[in-house]
């Protein structure tokens, strides 16, 4: 069975950083493409970074989240990783890992919430 964790949201100011974690189990991480997605109120959701598996080790970011948001795994724990600085007022949303590739991203887990305010 598969399952997804995350971890790690919370209230932070503009500028701030936080580090989400998420712990996957069910199915052979090491070997599939993981992503981070996000869902602002009201809205649909964003992709925002993808890590391929260990043959290439590639990663992916959107425009908007390149070069303050780094995704990062740990194979040996299962776990996927989301390093978020200089964090922005429109950073505010659910943040889930997924395995899926495209929208609707099904196979998530149930989120932490990450809130950039003053």
């Known amino acids: 069975q598969v399952q997804l964790a995350e971890s790690g949201g919370g209230l932070v100011q503009p500028g701030g950083s936080l580090r989400l974690s998420c712990k996957a189990s069910?199915?052979?991480?090491?070997?599939?493409?993981m992503t981070w997605v996000r869902q602002a109120p009201g809205k649909g959701f964003e992709w925002i970074a993808s890590?391929?598996?260990?043959?290439?080790?590639?990663?992916y970011y959107a425009d908007d989240v390149a070069n303050r948001f780094v995704i990062d795994r740990d194979n040996d724990n299962n776990i996927l990783y989301l390093q978020m600085n200089n964090l922005k007022p429109e950073d505010t949303a659910v943040y889930y890992c997924?395995?899926?590739?495209?929208?609707?991203?099904?196979?998530r887990g149930p989120g932490t919430q990450v809130t950039v305010s003053l």
């Open positions: 890590s391929d598996n260990d043959a290439t080790a590639r990663k």
């Open positions: 069910g199915f052979a991480f090491a070997h599939v493409r």
């Open positions: 997924t395995r899926d590739i495209r929208a609707p991203y099904n196979t």
